[in-house]
């Protein structure tokens, strides 16, 4: 079977234009009905491979069962109003020949019990079909939304820092809602209603006249033009719902993620009110949905009405000069009550679909947008042999016009530490997103043991380098679940190792839960060195042969960070390990130190060769120097004044 996602990528790649955050360039807004003809049966086509499994033979038999219990019950639909008409004539005295049935089966009374039976009969045909079908649908929906959640990892982390997370969830919620509307209403009731109306117009030809047909088939063409006018001017309306929908979801998530901040500078009303703006937008698109959806509705009555009254009207005149029975009255109101259904069915299928077309379409946009970093035809697996790491001249720019390394060429040799210093903004931690390969150098290169990394594997690459950053963000799960996160199918005694070498194991048992214990969201429920362990404790058990240390103290304490080097020592010894360090006095016994100002290395060397060089590392020595020992002063200061207050 063709590959879905690419199947989709190129149908979509193919009617839009290419953004680098998918969103095209030149929105339309209200598309002709053939081009949104064409979309629907691209879109049909691109899920059919989630429609008709071919691994899922199981699915294909339901599938078909569902399918001819439908057509049985739409000739049971057909056959119906005949035992309405039967049981009128019987009772009117009007009753005809109906041999070869017995007389007692033709009673009034057997006829009304047929009739009850066959109505029963239709609805039980009917839901036993939705049982059968509905493991099928949601079998598409979690195949497809699994595709779209696998892509979206795979994006860019430009995309991602682009992103809006709230806004995110929402687009695939509502698209997989819409996946299911399309595989649901296409497949197994838009073919089958249109099957009825073939049946309706046979029976009604036969057992009344031509012009029946015509008054009705007319009814049908007004109802159906009148619904996909309708329809797509209340597409623009649903989209502004979805607009003002995801907007508003994204401001309240972005604001719960965010719950501390806002406390800080006491601003619930300020967040408040923007939720409530956003909310206020949707309320009104909303408002504007449900008042062009009863306005569509009342529109598909009239017309169903006029038909209706013309129907019945040319038969109460039959009925008047004896050509028709009472029987055929009835029968012929019967037959267009049960063709109304479909025919409301009809507006509905079309409505979802088109909603549903709404709904997918940013989800669509979402496989559209390309990974901008990928394997390279044909890349190995990297084979690291001692972790040796090299940048040759790399220069990047995350924007065009402004570049952010220079020139930048230096050698981690095998078991050494290299540290990476300088002023914010100076490009130490673009160094780590780059061996990362998060993103490509704009020219140059970036070696581990002499394999240039954009051509090996980004997975194998991934795996060889582990990392403690400054800001560890951790899963709201348990502590047992945030460690074995560096190597997933990691024994129960191995992460409590990797928890005591990183010095949080005493920690975690005093815990009523221990290792059970739940850090909620981001981990707020650890202390900031709490936190950092946890993720020295996950890259322990991860054990990579290179290690990456980004600003690992920076966000703590002097006091806390002299209790976790010893831990960011034990993951460093006998690794290659790059340190990209805010606070000197983490990097004083590196290997070697380079000193990085405006993304070029302006000096480079041991801690103490720098500080006689007098240059902008021993400047900034001296700083932090000063702040370290006004830090340890305050501190004394406050010790002595607890003491006395003791005393």
């Not at 460690?483 to 190792?497: F, H, L, P, Q, T």
């Amino acid at each position: 079977m063709a590959d879905p996602v690419q199947n989709i990528g190129d149908s979509i790649s193919s009617k839009r234009q290419k953004t680098a955050n998918g969103i095209p360039d030149s929105p339309e807004l209200v598309p002709t009905v053939s081009a949104e003809s064409d979309k629907t049966f691209s879109t049909i086509r691109n899920l059919w491979p989630f429609m008709w499994p071919s691994d899922r033979p199981d699915l294909k038999l339901r599938i078909v069962f569902a399918f001819a219990l439908l057509v049985v019950a739409k000739v049971i639909t057909v056959l119906v109003p005949f035992l309405y008409k039967w049981a009128t004539d019987a009772l009117t005295g009007e009753g005809g020949n109906y041999a070869p049935w017995p007389a007692w089966l033709v009673t009034p009374v057997m006829l009304v019990i047929a009739y009850g039976v066959g109505r029963v009969a239709i609805v039980g045909f009917t839901q036993l079909r939705d049982a059968l079908f509905s493991s099928v649908g949601q079998h598409a929906v979690r195949r497809l939304s699994n595709i779209v959640f696998r892509h979206i990892h795979s994006l860019s982390l430009r995309y991602h820092l682009q992103r809006r997370t709230g806004g995110l969830s929402r687009i695939i919620e509502r698209g997989t809602k819409g996946i299911e509307s399309i595989v649901r209403f296409t497949i197994l009731n838009g073919g089958p209603t249109i099957l009825e109306f073939f049946f309706m117009a046979i029976v009604i030809w036969y057992q009344f006249n031509f012009w029946y047909v015509l008054v009705i088939a007319t009814m049908i063409w007004l109802y159906v033009w009148f619904t996909i006018r309708a329809s797509n001017w209340r597409i623009d309306i649903r989209r502004d719902m979805n607009e003002n929908d995801t907007d508003a979801n994204s401001k309240a998530i972005d604001s719960f993620l965010n719950f501390e901040t806002v406390k800080y500078f006491g601003n619930e009303e300020l967040e408040t009110a923007r939720y409530d703006q956003s909310m206020s937008r949707y309320e009104r698109a909303a408002v504007r949905v449900w008042t062009s959806l009863a306005w569509l509705n009342f529109g598909q009555a009239i017309f169903i009405g006029l038909g209706m009254a013309a129907c019945m009207a040319m038969s109460a005149v039959a009925v008047t000069n004896g050509t028709q029975t009472l029987g055929d009255f009835v029968m012929i109101n019967a037959l267009l009550m049960q063709l109304s259904i479909p025919l409301n069915f009809i507006g509905f299928i079309y409505r979802e679909i088109r909603q549903g077309l709404t709904d997918l379409e940013e989800m669509f946009l979402l496989l559209d947008v390309e990974q901008e970093i990928q394997d390279s035809p044909g890349s190995l697996p990297l084979k690291v042999e001692a972790g040796s790491i090299r940048f040759s001249n790399v220069d990047f720019h995350y924007e065009s016009d402004r570049n952010i390394l220079k020139n930048v060429s230096f050698h981690v040799p095998p078991g050494k530490t290299v540290a990476i210093v300088g002023p914010s903004g100076a490009g130490k931690s673009t160094i780590s997103r780059l061996l990362f390969r998060f993103y490509d150098v704009t020219s140059g290169s970036i070696e581990i043991d002499g394999q240039d990394i954009r051509q090996v594997q980004q997975k194998s690459l991934r795996g060889a380098i582990g990392m403690v950053p400054q800001d560890t963000v951790l899963f709201n799960d348990t502590i047992l679940y945030n460690i074995r996160y560096g190597r997933s199918e990691a024994s129960d005694d191995e992460v409590v190792e990797a928890a005591n070498l990183a010095q949080i194991g005493d920690f975690i048992k005093s815990l009523p839960d221990g290792f059970n214990s739940e850090v909620g969201e981001r981990g707020l429920k650890l202390s900031g060195g709490e936190k950092q362990r946890v993720a020295i404790a996950r890259t322990l058990l991860k054990a990579p042969p290179i290690m990456i240390l980004d600003e690992a103290t920076s966000a703590l304490d002097t006091q806390t960070e002299r209790e976790i080097q010893y831990s960011l020592d034990m993951v460093s010894r006998d690794r290659t390990t790059l340190v990209i360090a805010h606070r000197l006095s983490t990097v004083v016994n590196a290997d070697e130190i380079i000193v990085l100002k405006d993304g070029e290395i302006c000096e480079r060397g041991t801690h103490s060769r720098l500080l006689k060089l007098d240059g902008l590392y021993a400047q900034m020595w001296n700083r932090q120097l000063e702040a370290t020992e006004a830090e340890e002063r305050l501190r004394a200061a406050r010790e002595n004044d607890e003491q006395g207050f003791l005393i």
